[in-house]
């Protein structure tokens, strides 16, 4: 396959015109897709806009991971036309301009990649894009957990029926259309019931001994399903979602592939960044059932309440992670930058996504950014 010439002139219309096309050496890339989506912020990849970035991707003070530069590639445009002299560009106004391009652009640009997913090749994509990736990935057997840790920035079809196919995907606001009602109709009722002054939790040992539950218990109670949910968030994604799988059992590489590895091996599909209500609920409804066997109705409803709004915080928050543009230098921006770094480089940490809370304590803290990290 012949690689296409980028001559200088149309690098620097390309840029002119709002998309953003950089350098590596004399490869060029158009990363306009990614900008948004730039963990370090939509202005870093805006300011180098026809320009070289090799010394950037090797730091100080980030250096790339190897993901990260296998990313790149899929942005693949062509190679500079040799003895091209290139002018960077350092007007501030062309800057701004560019910026306010950016803003009102589509998220993702049509682009040709060097990388030819949608070509069958066993050798390089291990397996068959134009078919349903889900029956495929476990009989990669030993070759599945580098396979699903090399992400790549395309739409993944799991199931042949459309129908099937439909019901895996999610839009983030069916999250919030499904669950917040749930989460203000309980509220109301738990404070509603605990109003009434005749909530009384009684000793485990025997019922001759209770202590009353006012209204205001509703508060700290809620914050405690919280906790509760903050800790099986954690424990869910490193001990289900990060299981790993044996080479040889097929079934388990397909499960484990449908309910985390797609998402990261495409951790930028929007329909796939958010749970799904009927597979949320083989989680919420036990929670909710235990709360109950364990606890007198309004209690255990306030507890129970506390972690599905905990559930809900955290998908629109890891939503937010990858999709969003948090301010620079924000908690947000920082969990952002964390949460990617779990994609593309420490796969086996990082587990916390709302937080850290237990990332520490368990000891799978991504370690801290050094120059030979990012």
Request: glycine share 6%.
């Amino acid at each position: 396959m012949s690689v296409r010439r980028v001559t200088a002139a149309e690098l620097r219309d390309s840029c002119s015109n709002g998309a953003c096309w950089v350098l590596r050496g004399d490869k060029v890339y158009d990363v306009s897709g990614f900008v948004k989506l730039h963990p370090g912020g939509e202005r870093l990849l805006q300011d180098k806009a026809g320009k070289d970035i090799q010394a950037d991707l090797d730091g100080p003070p980030h250096r790339h991971s190897d993901n990260a530069l296998r990313w790149l590639e899929q942005y693949f445009v062509g190679e500079l036309e040799p003895g091209a002299q290139v002018h960077e560009q350092r007007d501030e106004q062309n800057l701004r301009q560019r910026g306010q391009q950016y803003s009102s652009a589509p998220r993702h640009k049509p682009r040709t990649p060097l990388i030819q997913f949608t070509t069958f090749n066993p050798e390089k994509d291990l397996v068959d894009w134009e078919k349903p990736i889900l029956w495929q990935v476990g009989h990669l057997r030993e070759k599945y957990d580098e396979w699903v840790h090399q992400p790549v920035d395309r739409p993944i079809r799991l199931f042949h029926s459309d129908f099937v196919e439909s019901c895996s995907k999610t839009a983030w606001y069916v999250v919030l259309a499904v669950w917040v009602p749930v989460v203000l109709y309980l509220s109301w009722y738990c404070l509603t019931e605990l109003a009434q002054g005749d909530t009384r939790l009684f000793s485990s040992f025997t019922k001759d001994y209770s202590v009353p539950v006012p209204v205001f218990c509703f508060f700290p109670l809620f914050l405690v399903g919280v906790l509760i949910w903050t800790l099986m968030e954690y424990g869910i994604h490193r001990y289900v979602f990060h299981m790993n799988p044996p080479a040889s059992n097929y079934f388990l590489i397909t499960l484990h592939f449908m309910l985390h590895g797609q998402h990261h091996k495409s951790p930028f599909d929007s329909s796939r960044l958010v749970f799904p209500p009927v597979p949320a609920s083989f989680v919420i409804v036990p929670l909710y059932i235990l709360m109950q066997l364990l606890l007198p109705t309004p209690v255990g409803l306030s507890v129970f309440v506390g972690g599905l709004f905990g559930y809900v915080a955290y998908d629109m928050t890891h939503y937010y992670l990858h999709y969003g543009s948090p301010n620079e230098g924000s908690y947000l921006a920082w969990l952002k930058s964390y949460h990617v770094r779990h994609h593309f480089q420490h796969q086996k940490s990082g587990f916390g996504i709302t937080s850290t809370l237990w990332d520490r304590p368990f000891n799978t803290l991504l370690p801290e950014e050094t120059d030979e990290d990012h």
